[in-house]
């Protein structure tokens, strides 16, 4: 009984050290740009000048804006190209199905360093260039293997036997994917739509190599900025990011369930 309550103790004492070394950083992080001092010096001074510089810093606004934007086109372009590979992977049979699922693991493998030096150089080889545009197809080729990975290990727990009895009923094969396979796999189309945002929003590597001068992420801008400087508005930007991304999980785990539950 001794020994039982020790290993207790001992578990619950690894969780609260485990959650403080993951949010204890985010939190003073948050505390310190509400802090007068830019060079965090004690004792605590309030204040919110920080975010007023934060919205006349237009550098760092505007690379905000392009990270949103791309990972938002990269979440729909990845999601629907993704599951409708995962759907055509599961249903048909063709030569070259291994290899093709085997190859979708090395790019989550890879070094993302070495993946954009790669994307730099063949985008300027094929006359892309830099830009957005090579950002966001760059994005767009890391996020696919994540959802297709996803969306296929919940389309295995899918009984093919409901397509075939609603086949029967008279559905066509619109109706069949559209009323029956896909509310099962919604489960996983979300989570992979989940996993492409946070690939293309927090992404750096290929960010870097393919951005340009007025034309970077937030990632890259923040980096550039800690090499000229740190500022207090970099902890603004971060923390209205967090509380954000925060409040749409909780949203989302209070009025929808992965079970299909409202």
């Known amino acids: 009984m001794a020994t039982t309550r020790i290993l207790e103790w001992l578990g619950r004492f690894y969780i609260v050290l485990l959650l403080a070394f993951l949010y204890l950083p985010i939190i003073i992080m948050a505390l310190m740009s509400f802090n007068t001092s830019p060079f965090y010096q004690l004792p605590f001074e309030w204040t919110t000048d920080w975010y007023a510089s934060l919205w006349q810093n237009d550098q760092l606004i505007a690379a905000t804006w392009n990270s949103i934007e791309i990972a938002v086109i990269t979440t729909i372009v990845s999601t629907v190209l993704g599951s409708a590979a995962s759907l055509a992977l599961y249903r048909y049979e063709f030569r070259g199905k291994k290899l093709l699922q085997a190859l979708l693991f090395p790019p989550i493998a890879i070094p993302w360093l070495i993946t954009g030096t790669a994307m730099l150089i063949f ?95 937030l990632p890259v801008e923040i980096y550039a900025a800690i090499r000229k400087g740190f500022t207090p508005e970099i902890n603004a930007v971060s ?15 209070r009025f929808f369930k992965f079970g299909g539950e409202k």
Not at 137 to 154: E, F, M, W
Not at 201 to 208: E, G, P
Not at 239 to 251: C, D, E, F, K
Request: charged share 10%; aromatic share 10%.
């Open 123 to 217: 985008f300027f080889g094929i006359g892309i260039g830099r830009g957005l545009v090579a950002i966001l197809l760059g994005h767009v080729a890391l996020a696919l293997p994540y959802v297709i990975v996803v969306v296929s290990a919940r389309l295995r727990t899918f009984a093919p036997e409901l397509e075939e009895a609603a086949r029967s009923l008279g559905a066509n094969q619109w109706q069949v994917t559209n009323r029956v396979t896909l509310p099962w796999i919604m489960p996983g189309v979300i989570a992979g739509g989940l996993f492409a945002f946070a690939v293309s929003f927090d992404q750096f590597v290929v960010s870097y190599f393919l951005s340009t001068p007025g034309q970077t992420t």
């Open 239 to 253: 923390t209205i990011i967090i509380v954000v991304s925060m409040a749409l999980m909780l949203l989302t785990a």
